[in-house]
């Protein structure tokens, strides 16, 4: 790999959370947890997992939007894991950020041309050169720019993902931390965004850091991917690696449970039984063994190691890409009373 | 096609909503039946008129919408018309309803046992106590743990896809004949979803319930439907069975969706959008309303409009060039 354009190591984000009214008793919520990968330039990560896996903040880690607990980051060479806030303001024009929901996250009193320049005009810039840049994203990203100058009620639901993607794209990022960028949105919008979006990686060499919990969009747009579970990435693999042979078992899993747009593939369901643990007290050992179809003894007891079974493959797990039950063979017992 | 009589039958639906300027039509000519025991997939994206379609069906349309022609025929009683009190009835008994977001459905100031024997202490005559063994018998039947325990909780103390499995036991409690399920599972976690369609599915096959599910998730409805209903801009514009549907879709809109959703079973390099965005009812197209977005329109599209008509193997579509469309298919494979 080439010098790693952002590189995370072991980053940790607990969260204090108030157990009674006094704040008596105090617990820590475990969100993020010993999570380490390297992005090369040009490359898009997914990040994968259900919810409360801590993916969401993992991102706002990387945005350095939340102060880590351990670990660290560093972007293009320099570790900003204690930058202060004045020192990121710089960095700021090199990571980006897409949110899901393009209704809340403009402002409906700016127009188009304020919310797409405003980072240029906290970075300085003239009027006369935020309105140039702010037309030319506005092409890129498939906007009319003579509708600067309209709010953004104006616009479609997908038009408006447009205009946050026209926004992050302004101050020419290195990286943008897409979060459920596509989410809210219907899918023949969807397909346009994603379709988007690999436009202008291929035209400006863009890092995507693009956290989902839809699978089929992650497999859309990763060069390789992360499964996070209870804040831990329990498999880090390129994304033909991780379709066509998990090795973890909540990675076969949560890719069995896929409801395929095909009826050939009814899926072969891996039986996945409970719900992901609560992170304020998760369980010792491995954080999956509580719903795991091949857990043992040991695996309640110790935290397996993420180690690297192949060359850029990752895995953290006991007994990796051992056969796991169909959910067939286990249907008899599970039948209704 | 069996002869059977279907459970529901809507037919000709026309639902319009007043607001202070227009009498928008949200709903046009919708028509669809569901039989005893069978699973149809109400499919279709946002402002599209499923959900309204839905309400309609239950009686629980806003003060402001009005049924404006069209028949809702339910097990031989015809719905449009009928009396609040005589459509409460019919909901505590003979359909449920279960929702995308089990929260806003459920009362935050009641146990969940209490919410499940509602029922059937108002439509049953069941005393309390009995209420209460059966809601526990119902949470432990939609695969609740430890239900004799969790019947006393509230709602606030449950997880997402545990309340909707409470949802689903409040809809059992009466046997329904018919379940409508709107989204139910959108807002939960893949692991979670596939349980619960899983429950949904056996309780079907145990209780022969026919089920409406309505959802804008093609990969729902593959894995669940028996036959399905495409709806865009408030009309029915393809109907079919599962396999009609998904192998060789009639109208151009279904074509293009299908093909729109990125699979987790093969990478896709370029994922066929469908150009502009969904219309609303303030602007519904003049001739067929998917032709601004369609790639094969043509002068007949932009000025006629298009009645949803039968085509061979019993499906129907609203496209006017399905039949050489499907065709063209065969005369392909």
């Not at chain 2, 001739?287 to 949803?308: I, K, M, N, Y």
Request: charged share 20%; glycine share 8%; net charge neutral.
């Amino acid at each position: 790999m080439t010098m790693a354009l952002l590189e995370v190591q072991d980053l940790t984000k607990e969260f204090v959370v108030e157990r009674s009214l006094l704040g008596a008793q105090r617990a820590t919520l475990r969100a993020v947890h010993n999570v380490s990968f390297k992005m090369a330039p040009g490359e898009t990560l997914g990040i994968v997992g259900e919810s409360g896996c801590g993916k969401t903040t993992l991102g706002r880690l990387i945005l350095r939007l939340l102060d880590p607990t351990g670990g660290s980051i560093r972007f293009d060479g320099q570790d900003i894991t204690h930058l202060s806030l004045r020192q990121m303001r710089g960095l700021r024009q090199d990571i980006q950020v897409v949110f899901q929901d393009p209704y809340s996250s403009l402002n409906p009193r700016l127009t188009v041309r304020a919310i797409i320049g405003e980072p240029l005009s906290n970075f300085g810039f003239s009027t006369a050169e935020i309105t140039r840049r702010v037309g030319e994203v506005m092409e890129v990203v498939g906007l009319q720019p003579d509708t600067m100058d309209r709010n953004p009620h104006a616009f479609s639901g997908g038009q408006r993902q447009r205009i946050g993607i026209a926004r992050a794209l302004a101050l020419r990022p290195k990286l943008i931390v897409c979060d459920e960028a596509v989410s809210a949105l219907d899918v023949s919008i969807q397909a346009q965004i994603l379709n988007l979006l690999a436009d202008i990686q291929q035209e400006f060499g863009l890092t995507l850091l693009f956290i989902s919990h839809n699978l089929g969009v992650i497999r859309h747009v990763s060069h390789r991917i992360a499964v996070m579970y209870l804040g831990e990435i329990v498999e880090l693999a390129t994304e033909r690696d991780l379709f066509e042979n998990p090795l973890h078992p909540y990675t076969r899993a949560l890719i069995s449970a896929v409801p395929e747009a095909d009826i050939h593939e009814r899926t072969e369901r891996v039986p996945l039984d409970g719900e992901i643990p609560s992170p304020v007290n998760p369980p010792p050992g491995c954080p999956f063994h509580t719903r795991c179809p091949i857990a043992r003894p040991r695996c309640g007891s110790d935290l397996p190691d993420y180690r690297e079974w192949s060359p850029r493959r990752m895995v953290r797990c006991h007994f990796p890409g051992e056969a796991l039950p169909t959910f067939a063979e286990t249907a008899t017992e599970r039948a209704l009373p | 096609m069996s002869v059977r009589e279907p459970l529901l039958q809507v037919d000709g639906l026309t639902v319009e909503f007043a607001t202070l300027r227009h009498r928008l039509k949200v709903l046009e000519d919708v028509s669809l039946t569901v039989h005893p025991g069978e699973i149809v997939g109400l499919v279709g994206e946002s402002g599209s008129g499923k959900s309204v379609t839905a309400m309609s069906v239950m009686g629980l349309l806003p003060d402001i919408a009005g049924v404006a022609s069209g028949s809702i025929g339910f097990d031989g009683t015809e719905l449009t018309g009928l009396s609040r009190k005589a459509m409460r009835e019919m909901r505590g008994r003979d359909m449920a309803m279960i929702f995308q977001e089990p929260m806003t459905s459920l009362n935050p100031v009641h146990t969940v046992s209490f919410q499940i024997g509602e029922v059937l202490v108002e439509h049953f005559g069941a005393s309390p106590a009995q209420a209460h063994a059966k809601a526990v018998e119902l949470m432990a039947a939609v695969g609740i743990p430890d239900a004799a325990r969790r019947a006393l909780d509230y709602p606030h103390q449950l997880s997402g896809g545990m309340r909707q499995r409470v949802m689903i036991a409040m809809a059992m409690a009466c046997q329904p004949k018919l379940l409508l399920a709107d989204e139910p599972t959108t807002a939960l976690d893949v692991t979670i979803q596939a349980q619960i369609l899983d429950l949904m599915r056996s309780l079907r096959d145990q209780f022969n319930m026919a089920i409406l599910m309505i959802t804008h998730d093609l990969g729902v409805i593959a894995q669940m439907a028996e036959r399905v209903v495409v709806m865009y801009a408030g009309q029915v514009v393809e109907e079919g069975t599962a396999a009609q549907i998904f192998d060789r879709p009639a109208h151009p809109y279904t074509r293009l969706l299908i093909r729109s959703i990125p699979s987790a079973r093969h990478k896709s390099a370029r994922l066929d959008a469908i150009p502009g965005s969904t219309p609303s009812a303030h602007a519904f197209p003049q001739g067929c309303r998917f032709h601004p977005r369609c790639p094969e329109a043509v002068d007949r599209c932009r000025t006629e409009t298009q009645a949803l008509h039968g085509l061979p193997e019993g499906r129907s579509s609203r496209c006017w060039r399905s039949l050489e469309a499907l065709q063209d298919t065969v005369a392909a494979s």
